[in-house]
Antibody
Framework: QVQLQESGPGLVKPSETLSLTCTVSGGSISTYYCNWFRQPPGKGLEWIGY???????NYNPSLKSRVTISLDTPKDQFSLKLSSVTAADTAVYYCATGTGWLAQHWGQGTLVTVSS | EIVLTQSPGTLSLSPGERATLSCWAS???????LAWYQQKPGQAPRLVIHGASSRATGIPDRFSGRGSGTDFTLTISRLEPEDFAVYYC?????????FGGGTKVEIK
């Protein structure tokens, strides 16, 4: 049973960089596409981007200039960095993995609030 | 970017009734790479259907999906109390991956 857990600060100041890590257990991330999604309070889901085992990445064009996703295969972890955050980046952030582009397994999500 | 439109926004039904949710794509979703997710308050999305019609692991057979091209449907044959939730369609054929706005299935 694949399980994912997001970790990182729950509060980030405007203009700073949001950093989150996803730890995967029950499966090796070297076989998965590793995604980040987000959901502003009371709103729908948005795909941020993914990284796959070769280290290749694909980002949502709406966020591409501010996003970096990286992989730490030995630790079965992958990470998200989102720079120059504003209040509009306040959301629950989810990590998810799967085969191909299908997100099959999701973390429980972590709320990140952007506020001074 | 493929825009997904879900209808209706809210579906008010009683347990035991049939629920039919629709998802329309602004352009054809190749290889029927269309998924449905269920989300309950305070929880992460849960994969229900992938490939337009394949049930995910552990999903009961009262859930079924159909469709191709631009028109897709999720049907719950007889609603159980645990099925009341928000359902999102998502296409994973073309980057950027996109979601519909969701259909809330609520208890009437």
């Amino acid at each position: 049973q694949v399980q994912l857990q997001e970790s990182g600060p729950g509060l980030v100041k405007p203009s700073e960089t949001l950093s989150l890590t996803c730890t995967v257990s029950g499966g090796s991330i070297s076989t998965y596409y590793c995604n980040w999604f987000r959901q502003p309070p009371g709103k729908g889901l948005e795909w941020i981007g993914y990284i796959y085992n070769s280290g290749g990445t694909n980002y949502n064009p709406s966020l591409k200039s501010r996003v970096t996703i990286s992989l730490d295969t030995p630790k079965d972890q992958f990470s998200l960095k989102l720079s120059s955050v504003t209040a509009a980046d306040t959301a629950v952030y989810y990590c998810a993995t799967g085969t191909g582009w299908l997100a099959q397994h999701w973390g429980q999500g972590t709320l990140v609030t952007v506020s001074s | 970017e493929i825009v997904l439109t879900q209808s209706p926004g809210t579906l008010s039904l009683s347990p035991g009734e049939r629920a039919t949710l629709s998802c329309w794509a602004s352009q054809s979703v190749s290889s029927s790479y269309l998924a449905w997710y269920q989300q309950k308050p305070g929880q992460a999305p849960r994969l229900v259907i992938h490939g337009a019609s394949s049930r995910a692991t552990g999903i009961p057979d009262r859930f079924s999906g159909r469709g191709s091209g631009t028109d897709f449907t999720l049907t719950i044959s007889r609603l159980e109390p645990e099925d009341f939730a928000v359902y999102y369609c998502q296409q994973y054929a073309t980057s950027p991956l996109t979601f519909g706005g969701g259909t809330k299935v609520e208890i009437k």
